[in-house]
């Protein structure tokens, strides 16, 4: 059974950078597309990105293309999430999800998840 750990969130300024990342442990997690969504208060949790087990597929929402980077480095079982050019729209509880089925992540349907790692933005 994969668990996964997310670290990297914070407070930040609007326009600053933030790098997310999602340790993966306890199962063979290098078989497994990574993904992050994230939840603001009062809203649904929404798709971020999504990477592929050899990274060689990815996958953004609108809302966060070209400003976030998703990847990930299957010798230290870890995906990254670099943000960029952050907004006050971008705060939200960030969490980190996986699975075996590239869908299943993206349509946020796994049942491995983190515990979500908070990412504040200022104005």
């Known amino acids: 059974q994969v668990q996964l750990l997310e670290s990297g969130g914070g407070l930040v300024e609007a326009g600053e950078s933030l790098t997310l990342s999602c340790t993966a442990s306890?199962?063979?997690?290098?078989?497994?597309?990574l993904g992050w969504f994230r939840q603001a208060p009062g809203k649904e949790r929404e798709f971020v990105a999504a990477i592929y087990k050899d990274a060689r597929r990815t996958s953004y929402a609108d809302s966060v293309k070209e400003r976030f980077t998703i990847s990930r480095d299957n010798t230290e079982n870890t995906a990254f999430l670099q943000m960029s050019g952050l907004k006050p729209e971008d705060t939200a509880v960030y969490y980190c999800t996986g699975d075996i089925v590239w869908g299943t992540v993206t349509r946020g349907k796994s049942n491995t998840w983190g515990q979500g790692t908070q990412v504040t933005v200022s104005s």
């Open positions: 306890g199962g063979a997690s290098s078989h497994y597309t």
